[in-house]
């Protein structure tokens, strides 16, 4: 069974728990000019997992912020979900900070 998608607002950022699947997203999607009326960013450290619809669902709060005229940063990402970004060749659609900066430095 999946885990509840919760989340908390931390001044610009939306932190999210739990998964974020076509299961949980609902709640998060009614909400969703609401929650993001004042964010600059998406922390998605919390999250345990994150399917395809999940990640079209973070696509289409970046591109509803682009609209406003605000640039949506994605933090926290994990490996799974960075992996997810480029199956889907979203890198230039979604930019995204990485977890682990040291990533690149260990080759």
């Known amino acids: 069974m999946a885990d509840a998608l919760s989340w908390q607002s931390q001044q610009e950022t939306l932190v999210l728990r739990g998964e974020l699947d076509r299961e949980t997203l609902l709640p998060l999607w009614q909400q969703r000019e609401a929650l993001l009326a004042d964010k600059t960013r998406i922390d ?3 999250l ?27 933090t926290g990402v994990s490996d799974r979900l960075s992996t997810l970004i480029d199956l889907y060749n979203l890198r230039q659609v979604i930019p995204v900070e990485e977890v682990n900066s040291m990533k690149s430095a260990s080759v």
């Open 44 to 46: 998605v450290s919390q």
């Open 48 to 74: 345990q997992r994150v399917d395809s619809s999940g990640l079209a669902l973070l696509v289409h709060f970046r591109e509803l912020r682009s609209k406003q005229g605000v640039s949506l940063a994605i």
